[in-house]
């Protein structure tokens, strides 16, 4: 299998959230660790938006955008054991 610029930046940005965000830390501070996250790969950009749940239709949110147009979410976790799939990103 060959592998892309893409899933080895992919790659990079996840093991990086293995590495510095437990998913207990995440829970609450999405804003904190986006900065944190940025200072690591300053070619990401931080969004200001919402996630929809199964409780609430807007729930502010930051995340970070790779320059492909992909999500890195370092505080992805939380929702993911709060709502497992079921939920989204909207800005």
């Given at each position: 299998?060959?592998?892309?610029?893409?899933?080895?930046?992919?790659?990079?940005?996840?093991?990086?959230?293995?590495?510095?965000?437990?998913?207990?830390?995440?829970?609450?501070?999405?804003?904190?660790?986006?900065?944190?996250?940025?200072?690591?790969?300053p070619e990401l950009k931080i969004v200001k938006g919402y996630v929809k749940n199964t409780f609430t239709n807007n729930a502010y949110h930051e995340y970070l955008i790779a320059?492909?147009?992909?999500?890195?979410?370092?505080?992805?976790?939380?929702?993911?054991?709060?709502?497992?799939?079921?939920?989204?990103?909207?800005?």
């Open positions: 299998m060959k592998l892309t610029i893409k899933d080895i930046e992919h790659r990079a940005y996840q093991l990086w959230i293995i590495e510095n965000v437990s998913p207990t830390e995440a829970i609450g501070n999405c804003s904190m660790w986006v900065i944190v996250m940025k200072q690591a790969f320059p492909n147009g992909s999500i890195v979410d370092p505080t992805r976790a939380q929702f993911d054991n709060l709502f497992g799939s079921n939920w989204s990103y909207r800005n």
